[in-house]
């Protein structure tokens, strides 16, 4: 990755996947970062050329990566409608969710102790791909595909072009009436984009399922479980958002 300097310290731990830039700021206040020799404060700005030096303290952590399939009613940000996602899972370490999938719609969250992860997944200075499976209460016609493929207006925003194709009569193990279930990848994060989307082309959202999230797929996980992300995945993920 490209550095523009001067940058900011914290910005410059981040981009050297030393931590997030909130997680910079705490390595930093317990006197773990250099420059230069000198002992680096909050602020602080690293120019080309200069010697960034980070003391870690214990052992290196341990990163873990799971696939979970979130269930309708569970959410990541609860209310007294749904369950927080981090009462109804149960890892074998401590995680949190990366991003948000609304407590009405199901499909893959990545769970992680990787808070770099978060940085890079959801800032909008990286595209990553994130695939839907969408079914509505009516059939839709070719217009419809087209519009929403092309950018729908919502709310004052213009959605991203992004792909969008009738589903096949047999995705998700039923028999969609004609036209009503469709597949759509975006690589941006409105909240509740598709639904809005759809609601502007006068079409109410019945079932929204998340099916993959870059190169981790939700397979055949049943709702409530989750398996690890390791191996090649895991290479070919962390490499997509520059962490190794």
């Avoid at 193990?173 to 006068?202: N, V, W």
């Avoid at 079409?203 to 998340?210: A, C, G, M, N, P």
Wanted: glycine share 8%; hydrophobic share 35%; with cysteine.
């Amino acid at each position: 990755m490209i550095i523009i300097y001067p940058v900011r310290i914290n910005k410059y731990l981040a981009l050297k996947n030393y931590s997030t830039r909130v997680g910079g700021d705490e390595l930093i206040k317990k006197g773990l970062v250099f420059i230069n020799g000198r002992k680096a404060v909050l602020g602080d700005k690293v120019n080309d050329g200069d010697e960034v030096i980070v003391k870690m303290k214990g052992d290196k952590k341990e990163y873990v990566y799971y696939a979970y399939n979130k269930d309708i009613n569970v959410s990541t940000n609860p209310d007294t409608t749904s369950k927080d996602i981090l009462h109804v899972t149960k890892f074998p370490v401590k995680v949190f969710p990366v991003g948000r999938l609304d407590k009405d719609s199901h499909g893959l969250i990545i769970m992680t102790n990787d808070g770099r992860v978060t940085d890079r997944l959801l800032s909008p200075r990286f595209v990553h791909e994130k695939e839907y499976v969408v079914r509505v209460d009516k059939p839709f016609s070719d217009t419809f595909i087209t519009l929403m493929g092309s950018g729908v207006h919502f709310d004052g925003f213009i959605s991203k072009k992004c792909k969008v194709w009738p589903a096949s009569p047999s995705q998700g193990g039923r028999k969609p009436k004609p036209k009503d279930t469709f597949h759509i990848i975006l690589t941006e994060g409105k909240k509740r984009q598709i639904r809005r989307m759809c609601e502007a082309l006068h079409h109410e959202v019945i079932d929204l399922k998340r099916i993959r999230i870059m190169n981790v797929e939700l397979g055949k996980l049943g709702l409530g479980e989750f398996r690890e992300i390791k191996g090649k995945e895991l290479d070919e993920f962390l490499k997509s958002l520059n962490l190794i």
